[in-house]
């Protein structure tokens, strides 16, 4: 036990879709296992069935993937520690139960869940909260209070139980985080967790820990809500007299909503205007549908590049980091404490400047397939033209046709706006002369049109402003896009003469 090999684990519950907050703890593990040479696991903690939820674990495994998150043991690839599901872990847990009872670290309670309710109901009417602890344990049902023939008989005739913890009386216990430093808690002020349950199962907080154990981890990077849960696990590696093989802690900061009032929830869902979930879910039950950033969009590295700076930060301006960089760079030392506020706005930016990194050719057999459902007849080399004049404009690759459809099909109506800003009285008359122009203008190209198009608008005192205005509201159909000589280049003298035409027509 306890090799000094750096392992860390992922271990979500199957109860939804994962969060982007999840999905960050899981690059963290893997960012941090991966520069120390380690290995990270994904194990799945399906202990409660009450919050199961089908396809959810499946789900986990697709956005891992997704996103490049390559654990190299667990669920899904198997490892020397299978199984990593812990409901098939079952037989597993029960013998560190016991142990804890027959050490009096532990103990059996009876109370029925309506007798407690009935208990916390009273202290609710005196304003107060009610735990099972310390204080009160001694009234209630339980080995502590019933002899133990008493107890043996309820076991034996199958009542139901639970095993909860004995937490020590006004103990400070010490939790040392590599993020948060020493984090001391009195005991008096935990309460007695169920650790185990009569239908054979341990909760969250037993095979935790005894998993951890014996998968030997030996960092668990895990969010801020479970900090409160850290002192009892400290307490849990004790009595099970695994002190000296207690894994290092560190809980990353909660990641809030853009305007920083509060965690970032899946709850928020498309509420806000953007996705919380990596991947697009459908929720079994109710069929709701939530987006994700996959269908949205996003390219994974630019995702996966946006979580790492939200929480962790490079020490330096450097903003830009492919998955080997992050690995490189990564330390926990450089996770802050306070929670970082989530950014539409800059998740856009990432994946611009992701896109603007690939080549033409990259984006155009992303691209292509799509201009073919159209029906757009596909130059490659036009195509490729146009992908370098309208990339800078792009943040998605969906906006292509949005960004682009012009320079392949004439405008089939003309943006209102634009149309009643740029459209003047007189525009009819000065297009019909720049028509002209352009129907002489040899050789047929940008430079040579621009040239001839300035030299009219000079010779004739007009206003360059508003010529190209309601000149690029014809040919392209918004006041949108690059360097028009450029487009008019593009589309050829025919079609621009036509465009030229029709847009005098129509908008007369
Ligand atoms: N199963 C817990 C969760 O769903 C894991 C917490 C931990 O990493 O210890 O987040």
């Known amino acids: 036990m306890n090799s000094h090999k750096i392992r860390v684990r992922f271990a979500p519950s199957p109860t939804g879709p994962l969060h982007i907050g999840g999905v960050r703890t899981a690059l963290y593990n893997y960012l941090f296992a ?73 103990y059996y309670a009876f109370d029925t869940p309506q007798e407690l309710e009935t208990v916390r109901k009273s202290y609710e009417a005196d304003k107060k909260n009610f735990q099972y602890d310390q204080k009160n344990r001694l009234q209630f049902k339980n080995s502590l209070t019933l002899s133990q023939s008493e107890v043996s008989f309820l076991l034996d005739s199958g009542s139901p139980y639970v095993m909860r913890i004995k937490i020590p009386e006004n103990e400070e216990i010490l939790v040392n985080d590599l993020i948060r430093g020493e984090v001391r808690v009195n005991s008096s002020q935990l309460d007695d967790k169920v650790l185990f349950k009569s239908d054979g199962l341990p909760t969250y907080h037993l095979a935790n820990v005894v998993d951890d154990y014996l998968m030997e981890i030996s960092h668990v990077i895990r969010g801020e809500e479970w900090l409160p849960s850290a002192p009892l696990h400290v307490l849990l590696y004790r009595y099970l007299g695994w002190e000296n093989d207690k894994p290092q802690f560190a809980h990353l900061p909660l990641l809030l909503k853009p305007d920083g009032n509060g965690k970032l929830s899946k709850r928020d869902g498309d509420r806000l205007g953007f996705p919380v979930f990596p991947l697009q879910w459908t929720d079994p039950s109710s069929k709701e549908i939530s987006s994700g950033y996959r269908d949205a969009g996003y390219l994974p590295d630019a995702f996966i590049n946006m979580l790492a700076l939200l929480g962790w930060n490079p020490g330096t301006e450097q903003e830009i980091f492919s998955m080997d960089e ?37 984006l155009a057999e992303l691209i292509a397939p799509d201009l073919t459902l159209k ?81 009219f608008i000079v010779e004739n005192q007009l206003n360059t402003g508003v010529i190209m205005n309601a000149l690029r509201l014809i040919i392209v159909g918004a006041s949108k896009g690059p360097d028009l000589f450029e487009i008019i280049e593009l589309i050829g003298k025919t079609e621009t003469l036509s465009r030229i035409d029709k847009g005098i027509e129509v908008l007369g």
């Open 326 to 362: 992050l690995i490189e760079s990564f330390s926990l030392e450089r996770v802050g404490k306070s929670g970082s506020k989530f950014d539409p706005e800059k998740a856009k930016w990432f994946n611009h400047q992701y896109l603007q990194q690939m080549t033409d050719e990259e």
């Open 34 to 106: 991966k520069k120390h040479g380690g290995d990270m696991l994904l194990r799945i903690e399906d202990t409660d069935q009450t919050r199961y939820v089908e396809g959810a674990e499946a789900y986990i495994i697709e956005s891992l993937k997704w996103c490049g998150i390559n654990y190299n043991e667990g669920v899904g690839i198997d490892g020397p520690h299978a199984p990593y599901r812990q409901s098939e872990r079952k037989p597993v847990y029960k013998q560190y139960a016991l142990d804890l009872i027959k050490n009096n670290f532990a």
């Open 375 to 455: 029906l757009i007849h596909l130059d490659r080399s036009l195509l490729l033209t146009v992908i370098g004049m309208v990339k800078p404009r792009m943040n998605f690759v969906h906006e292509f046709w949005d960004q682009a459809s012009y320079f392949f099909v004439a405008p089939s109506e003309y943006d209102a706006k634009a149309v009643k800003d740029r459209w003047k009285n007189d525009s009819a008359e000065t297009m019909k002369k720049v028509s002209t122009l352009i129907q002489h203008s040899e050789p047929f190209t940008a430079e040579n049109t621009k040239t001839q198009v300035m030299n």
